[in-house]
């Protein structure tokens, strides 16, 4: 299914669609500020084994859980107090950051990882969504299920994903930009991967002075 919402103010009424199909254990694409992602409720463990399936034949991925706000986080991941200050500066925004997992979070997702993938972005979609649902935790990754592919619009996207997916929510075109990948768990912010987020790179928003840059297709 696919649902055409206002690409600025989404209504309600199919923002509400959208929250009972990822309340039902469905999966969704849906738009962020780093182009389409699909995922679904991080709580759902059918959701969450339907979406590791979708993506298995990509030999690196990443996901992310993706929360309102930090009294969310806090019950998937551990947020020091530099750590906090750090992202504080930068969410809501594409940024994706690596936190240490608590052992809710390992469990739900069923990894032994120590560590978890967390975003909080900054578009029309998920600003309502989280108006209408707070406490909402959904597991997200990028809307591709092979390397090449980087769908922007929603009907090449149905094209291809629709068969696999529950509902695909359309706010028009949308250039994929991947977010920027900021590990938070050693004793500097670590960036992994380039994107659409800024560098953090002035000293107000280190860990400690310097944080160091290293690429990775994680």
């Not at 339907?50 to 991941?77: G, I, Q, W």
């Not at 068969?163 to 590990?183: E, F, K, R, Y």
């Not at 050693?186 to 002075?209: D, H, K, Q």
């Amino acid at each position: 299914m696919r649902l055409q919402l206002h690409p600025q103010n989404p209504e309600t009424r199919l923002m509400r669609k959208v929250l009972d199909v990822f309340a039902a254990g469905g999966v969704v694409i849906y738009p962020t500020d780093s182009g389409y992602s699909m995922g679904c409720d991080a709580l759902s463990r059918n959701g969450v084994h339907r979406l590791y399936h979708l993506k298995r034949a990509m030999k690196k991925y990443l996901m992310a859980l993706m929360v309102r706000d930090f009294s969310a986080l806090s019950e998937f991941a551990k947020v020091e107090t530099a750590a906090y200050r750090y992202m504080k500066l930068l969410v809501p925004g594409p940024y994706t950051f690596v936190l240490p997992a608590t052992m809710r979070s390992r469990r739900i997702l069923d990894v032994n990882r120590p560590e978890v993938g967390v975003r909080m972005p900054d578009s029309a979609f998920t600003n309502a969504l989280f108006a209408l649902s707070p406490e909402a935790v959904i597991l997200t990754t990028a809307a591709k299920i092979k390397e090449d592919d980087d769908f922007i619009d929603p009907s090449d996207i149905e094209e291809e994903y629709g068969h696999l997916v529950d509902l695909i929510a359309d706010m028009g075109p949308i250039p994929v930009n991947p977010t920027t990948v900021i590990s938070l768990v050693g004793e500097a912010a670590e960036v992994l991967r380039e994107g659409a987020g800024p560098f953090p790179g002035t000293e107000s928003r280190s860990i400690v002075p310097g944080p160091r840059l290293r690429h990775s297709d994680r």
